[in-house]
């Protein structure tokens, strides 16, 4: 779990830096070409999220597991992120080059988490 935790939060913070950085071109990579990022003077406000959000699912010094705040933040981050993005293709408001890989990476992350839990609950379960 840690593992997954640890990759999942790499990613979210060098995809918060980019949005921070260069929201133009994060923001035409997933959503298209066309995108105007000057009409979202906020753009770099979900990249400064996402960096806190790597920040605070970083491993710590004790195992996570199920029940810590950053594990299930990470797991509903990801699971709505991926539903969110694929909405947006299906409106046609989305059709940039990285926007499946997207949402195939965060729902993979979210399916690996929502594994991790289901195995370490069963595992407590035989256990006691």
Same mark, same amino acid.
Do not use: Q
């Given at each position: 779990?840690?593992?997954?935790?640890?990759?999942?939060?790499?990613?979210?913070?060098?995809?918060?830096?980019?949005?921070?950085?260069?929201?133009?071109?994060?923001?035409?990579?997933?959503?298209?070409?066309?995108?105007?990022?000057?009409?979202?003077?906020?753009? %770099?406000? %979900?990249?400064?999220?996402?960096?806190?959000?790597?920040?605070?699912?970083?491993?710590?010094?004790?195992?996570?597991?199920?029940?810590?705040?950053?594990?299930?933040?990470?797991?509903?981050?990801?699971?709505?992120?991926?539903?969110?993005?694929?909405?947006?293709?299906?409106?046609?408001?989305?059709?940039?080059?990285?926007?499946?890989?997207?949402?195939?990476?965060?729902?993979?992350?979210?399916?690996?988490?929502?594994?991790?839990?289901?195995?370490?609950?069963?595992?407590?379960?035989?256990?006691?």
């Amino acid at each position: 779990m840690d593992r997954i935790l640890c990759i999942a939060a790499v990613v979210e913070i060098g995809t918060g830096l980019a949005l921070v950085l260069v929201p133009r071109i994060v923001v035409a990579l997933l959503v298209g070409p066309g995108a105007k990022v000057e009409e979202m003077p906020l753009a %770099p406000f %979900p990249g400064i999220a996402l960096v806190a959000l790597g920040l605070a699912c970083w491993p710590g010094s004790r195992p996570a597991n199920a029940g810590a705040p950053a594990f299930r933040a990470m797991l509903v981050y990801n699971a709505l992120i991926a539903l969110f993005l694929a909405y947006l293709f299906t409106m046609g408001r989305a059709a940039g080059i990285l926007l499946w890989p997207a949402v195939a990476l965060h729902g993979l992350v979210a399916l690996l988490l929502a594994w991790s839990w289901r195995r370490e609950r069963y595992a407590g379960a035989s256990h006691a």
